[in-house]
């Protein structure tokens, strides 16, 4: 995209020249657009050193989800030190604008997708080169639990043409595992290259091994400067990842590595990206090529880069193991440290804190327009049926990345047709698959939606927990109303935990050890509500567990009594032994 067609997709947004940022940061030029936020050329003010700087749009700085999102972005990237991975700095708010920003390590370079369409296939020697140097930096992203689930072409920059200074960038999608279903044109991972496992096959649980498979079908399109074929119609886009790929146009000498790398079933891949950095790729002979020498692009169709928009209608999801296990939580008695303060004002060490920082609260953000609230309220209004919830993450005029509970994907599957039938696009919806003695907890958010009571903001550290581990959050956003805390384990019990809040400067806080007394297998998901209310109620006490469907009838009964509002925010994770 041209510098012109760029800044002209900005509109009302555009932060101009000038414009600083916590007074650290000083915006240069636009340089990119996401869904999510606009990307800036910067500097730092004190000592002129270039940053990127990715600002998260107006309509999405108030939207506890997205800025967790956001904030994901930076946490995973903090602690990996490796040259070809991008660098992430700091998180932060400007108090003037109200704007959450992410401020990384400036690149100067081609995408690898920019590099292939218009130059075609690499050498021998600098796919070699480029093998071991992304393989190298996904392991230390791996080392430290990240997978990058977004492994291709177009998230790996080459620097001034030299393929051993490539990066890897944008862990925005970034997790260590995937808890759901995805459905709809936002699936994560450019779906020419995602792995078997992320369409729900082998398990569908996402691990490093599904970065390896990503990466060898980018390797595949650096050798033979096209990507491999691996759309079609929904039966085939699965039934070409249930075997090897065609590599018969591939050098011998790579043959083997992708072989392994491209396995259907993760356990038939190579142990780790250790293994792909370490593999002994044909026979050296001289000197490493550091550049990108190019032969002729092979002369055959499809050369042009693929963007597969349209997602399958549903994608085959993740059986959650999900039986009547008992367990049990236990409060931990060690203080919970408050939430980081952003950076120091003109303080330059605060640019590699040693944990990023957590925002501070943002000004309110304008008025959404008119598109953006008739998305919000077609997802308030939208019935699901029972055992059913939706809500939106991030809405822009022409994009909504929602999350939804339910007990099946099914009702989302009309949700995604009916939505883009109502809105004009399709929206990317990630759902949660509860079991069903947790419905009554689904039922009650859905019942909660549209109401004008403001729904606390929840956070939690992590979406997947051992047995034994403790699960660390905050509640804030609620004002004077009283805050409650209930946990919904897999068998429907409601267990009410609001003794383990820790009150804060400004939030309050909490341990949760989880404990699992089953002696089970598998994964059990686990939900947290906070539920605010003006005064305290009866249902919402200490006691034994109860039943989730007697224990929202009795908290919606005591509202209505009591001529309360309600509202809730829920979070979900998986519990594993």
């Known amino acids: 995209m041209s510098a012109d067609n760029y800044r002209a997709g900005f509109g009302r947004t555009q932060l101009s020249a000038g414009t600083r940022l916590n007074g650290i ?33 107006p ?4 939207n506890a989800a997205a800025l967790t ?21 700091v998180f932060s708010v400007e108090p003037q604008l109200g704007r959450p920003y992410l401020a990384m390590e400036y690149v100067d370079g081609r995408s690898l997708s920019d590099v292939l369409q218009s130059d075609g296939a690499l050498t021998f020697e600098a796919v070699r080169s480029l093998s071991q140097r992304l393989a190298s930096g996904l392991q230390a992203a791996h080392d430290r639990g990240i997978v990058h689930r977004d492994v291709s072409p177009d998230n790996v920059i080459i620097p001034a043409g030299d393929v051993a200074r490539a990066k890897i960038i944008d862990f925005g999608i970034a997790r260590s595992t995937q808890h759901g279903t ?8 450019k779906f020419n290259y995602v792995s078997p496992e992320q369409l729900g096959l082998f398990g569908g649980d996402v691990t490093p091994k599904s970065d390896i498979y990503s990466l060898g079908l980018v390797l595949v399109h650096a050798l033979t400067g096209h990507p491999v074929d691996m759309g079609g119609s929904q039966v085939e886009i699965v039934e070409k990842r249930r075997k090897i790929p065609d590599l018969g146009a591939i050098d011998m000498r790579f043959r083997p590595l992708l072989e392994k790398m491209l396995q259907p079933d993760p356990a038939n891949r190579l142990e780790s990206m250790l293994a792909v950095a370490n593999w002994q790729i044909g026979a050296t002979r001289g000197s490493k090529l550091r550049r990108t020498e190019r ?44 939430p980081p303060p952003p950076p120091k004002l003109g303080d330059s060490a605060s640019l590699n804190p040693a944990e990023p920082a957590a925002p501070t609260a943002p000004a309110a953000a304008p008025a959404g327009s008119a598109a953006v609230e008739k998305i919000r309220s077609y997802i308030d209004q939208y019935d699901g049926g029972d055992c059913f919830f939706v809500t939106a993450v991030a809405i822009s005029d ?27 696009f399709e929206a990317d919806i990630g759902v949660r698959q509860v079991t069903q003695p947790q419905c009554p907890a689904i039922s009650f958010l859905g019942r909660l939606r549209g109401e004008r009571a403001r729904a606390p903001r929840l956070d939690i550290d992590k979406d997947k927990l051992r047995n034994g581990d403790v699960l660390t959050g905050m509640v804030d956003r609620y004002g004077d109303r ?32 989880m404990r699992r007394t089953d002696g089970g297998s598998g ?32 908290l919606l009964n005591d509202a209505a009594k009591a001529g309360q509002p309600l509202s809730a925010t829920g979070r979900y994770f998986m519990l594993e032994m």
Not at 29 to 53: L, N, S
Not at 184 to 189: I, L, M, P, Q, V
Request: glycine letters at 10%.
């Open 482 to 513: 009283t805050i409650d805390l209930v946990l919904i384990s897999d068998d429907g019990l409601v267990h009410y935990v609001s003794q383990l809040l820790k009150a804060g400067t400004d939030a309050k806080t909490f341990k949760i050890g």
């Open 398 to 424: 022409t994009a909504a990345a929602l999350e939804g509970f339910a007990a099946s994907p099914k009702p989302f599957v009309t949700l995604d047709t009916d939505f883009q039938r109502t809105i004009g």
């Open 523 to 554: 994964r059990q998901p686990q939900l947290l509500l906070a539920i605010a209310s003006m005064s305290p109620l009866a249902t919402l006490r200490p006691g034994q567990p109860v039943a989730a469907d007697e224990f929202f009838r009795n």
């Open 25 to 57: 940061y000083e915006i240069d030029r636009p340089i990119g657009m996401g869904g999510m936020g606009e990307i800036y050329f910067g500097h730092v003010i004190e000592t002129g050193d270039p940053v990127a700087i990715k600002v998260l749009l």
């Open 69 to 89: 999102l956001f904030r994901k972005e930076a946490s995973a990237l903090h602690h990996v030190h490796h040259d070809a991975v991008i660098r992430y700095y």
């Open 59 to 62: 309509e999405f700085s108030d």
């Open 182 to 189: 995805v459905i709809g044109s936002g699936f994560a991972g």
């Open 295 to 338: 032969r002729p692009p092979a002369a055959q169709p499809g050369r042009a880069r693929r963007f597969w928009r349209r997602a399958a209608a549903i994608l085959p999801f993740i059986a959650l193991i999900a039986g009547a296990g008992a367990f049990y939580y236990y409060g931990t008695n060690a203080p919970v440290a408050p």
